[in-house]
């Protein structure tokens, strides 16, 4: 499937799925640099995968994020989930994609779902097989969802009417392949976002909550011997 063109203010989901420390043996030395993994979308049908190095973390996520929004692609969904089942290849790595009823969820390792999430993909099933390269993994499930087909092309490919295609009856309604536009960011969505950042996580050795404050005057004397 061709690459789209996305406004970069409109790529909601960005997920770091590797970011390691890599080395490279010069003449004066050992040069380190951190090598990064970067997945964005829209979670409305497109997602994009780039990769980026730099000397320092942050630049290298810059340069990652960079990279994939310029490799956006658009995959055929059918609300919530695929069309059909399809198996993505990148190198020796496969990852079998099938299609789910609403509610099952998101059934897949750590680098198909961050695709899959970024996507906008709620119910699928996933099997990686071959590999467990994370690299290789989420390529071969950007592959898979490039080889995803919308009803309507292989039925004007062959010639006929939507209808006379061999496929389940709720497939064949032409109103679910039509494009989807990126979603915006409302300011409530954002304000709620910031707000469950700001809030502070409570450690597990204070679950029973602050002190009163009579600084332990109910407390049980000790017994007396």
Known sequence: MARVQVDAELLRVEKVVQLKPVS??????RKRRFASLIVVGDANGHVGVGMGKSASV????????????????EVALVNTTIPHMVIGR??????????????????????ARAVL??????????????SDNTINNVYATLDGLRRMQ???????????ELNQLAIPAKLKDASLYEPRQPQYITEDESQVDEKSNRQPQRSEGNRRGPRSAQGGQNRRAPRQR
């Open 90 to 111: 990148s190198g020796s790595a496969r990852v079998m994609i099938k299609p789910a009823s609403p509610g099952t969820g998101v059934i897949a390792g750590p680098a």
């Open 150 to 160: 919308k009803a309507t092309d292989v039925a004007k490919r062959r010639g006929v």
């Open 24 to 29: 490279k043996t010069v003449k004066g030395g």
């Open 58 to 73: 942050p630049d290298s996520i810059r340069k990652g994020s960079q990279s994939a929004a310029k490799n956006l692609v």
């Open 117 to 130: 999430e970024a996507v906008g993909i709620t119910d699928v099933l996933t099997k990686t097989m071959g």
